[in-house]
């Protein structure tokens, strides 16, 4: 089949890269609205066809699946009119941003077959999927909690917050390896600069209705980058440090067991300290095996991992924090004003 990638900009170029490695891309086309990126992207990949704009994309009949990887203000209206014209989509994350849109998207996209994917590159990610499955055997136990930073200095989107910029990652993440079952959806959000004027800072907190409570901090403003993610079962932890080039996941065989007290008010704890395991990771780019499994879907009739009810609730938890945050701050306001 025909593609066409509408944005080929510092992400976009990803995704054309890994669109030429598969083999159901017959033509590619690539539009921006920059005609200094769009040139850009034409020196690195000659081979792609450009396009003058979406509406010459979604007039060639060829072209069965688009791929949206402009600014997050945009999503929804690009992707309503991909949909209705009959194409294929994939939507670069944030997905969009209110759930309303969603919705709609998903509603158009079901009524006439057409598969709809969001971005979640993480849920491709192989230290993940491996994390997926040691949870699942039951390897660690059940989880008590789960602690992330995803910090850095940059890069400070004019249009959303750094929530809706880096929690997607996390919460995909956590998402997949809990599965469903948010009941509480908490944080604050703050520290406005002169680059962006939109928050900085996101300080989040979750609780599942199995118990298992997550807590995580997003920032565009740190001396160091920092994708790191803690998860404390009852019998082992994980450390997931996605910027260690080789050892990304460590498995630690340790855990606090309560003892049998001797006598009446007795209370004691045992620590346990045993071996350090850093499993063998797979190397495959976590981007090929989401644009392959976006095809495969196509292909077969079926949801893609990272579907749209996926991304659907990331965005409903995302809207959730953000509105409680927003009631935080009205509730202070009213206080002080008191």
Same mark, same amino acid.
């Not at 956590?174 to 002169?194: C, D, E, M």
């Not at 995302?318 to 409680?324: D, R, S, T, V």
């Given at each position: 089949?025909?593609?066409?990638? @509408? ?9 054309? =890269? ?18 200094? @990126? ?32 402009t600014p997050p203000e945009s999503h929804f209206e690009i992707s309503r009119r991909v949909l209705q014209s009959g194409r294929h989509l994939y939507v670069e994350k944030p997905f969009v941003t209110s759930t309303r849109d969603a919705l709609e998207l998903m509603e158009t996209a079901e ?17 993940? =999927?491996?994390?997926?499955?040691? @949870? ?38 956590? =998402? ?47 001396? =160091? ?25 460590? @498995? ?87």
């Amino acid at each position: 089949m025909d593609a066409a990638v @509408i944005g080929v900009g510092y992400w976009g170029k990803n995704i054309v =890269r890994n669109l030429l490695r598969c083999s159901e891309v017959q033509n590619l086309y690539v539009y921006d609205s920059d005609p200094r @990126i769009l040139q850009a992207a034409r020196q690195v990949f000659p081979e792609v066809r450009e396009a003058a704009g979406l509406e010459e994309i979604l007039a060639k009949p060829s072209i069965e699946a688009v791929f949206v990887v402009t600014p997050p203000e945009s999503h929804f209206e690009i992707s309503r009119r991909v949909l209705q014209s009959g194409r294929h989509l994939y939507v670069e994350k944030p997905f969009v941003t209110s759930t309303r849109d969603a919705l709609e998207l998903m509603e158009t996209a079901e009524k006439k077959k057409l598969t709809l994917m969001s971005g979640l590159t993480f849920l491709y990610s192989p230290p993940v =999927r491996l994390i997926k499955e040691i @949870i699942d055997r039951g390897d660690i136990g059940e989880i008590a909690y789960i602690s992330f930073r995803r910090i850095n200095l940059g890069i400070h989107q004019r249009s959303v917050n750094v929530l809706w910029d880096l929690l997607p990652h996390d919460l995909s993440m956590i =998402r997949h390896w809990l599965g469903p079952g948010v009941k509480l959806a908490a944080g604050q959000s703050f520290l406005k600069t002169s680059v962006g004027r939109l928050p900085d800072i996101g300080f989040v907190f979750l609780e599942f209705s199995n118990g298992t409570v997550a807590e995580g901090l997003v920032s565009w403003l740190s001396p =160091r980058k920092t994708r790191e993610t803690i998860i404390v079962g009852r019998k082992k932890m994980i450390v997931y440090n996605d910027s260690e080039p080789e050892e990304k996941i460590k @498995i630690y065989d340790k855990k606090v067991e309560e003892l049998e007290p001797g006598d009446f008010g007795e209370y004691q704890l045992s620590y346990r300290v045993g071996d350090v395991i850093s499993p063998r990771v797979d190397a495959s780019e976590p981007l090929l095996l989401m644009v392959r499994d976006f095809f495969a879907a196509v292909r077969e009739g079926r949801q893609p991992l990272s579907n749209a009810a996926f991304a659907l609730e990331v965005t409903a938890n995302i809207e959730m924090i953000l509105a409680n945050a927003s009631q935080a701050e009205s509730d202070k306001a009213n206080k002080e004003y008191r």
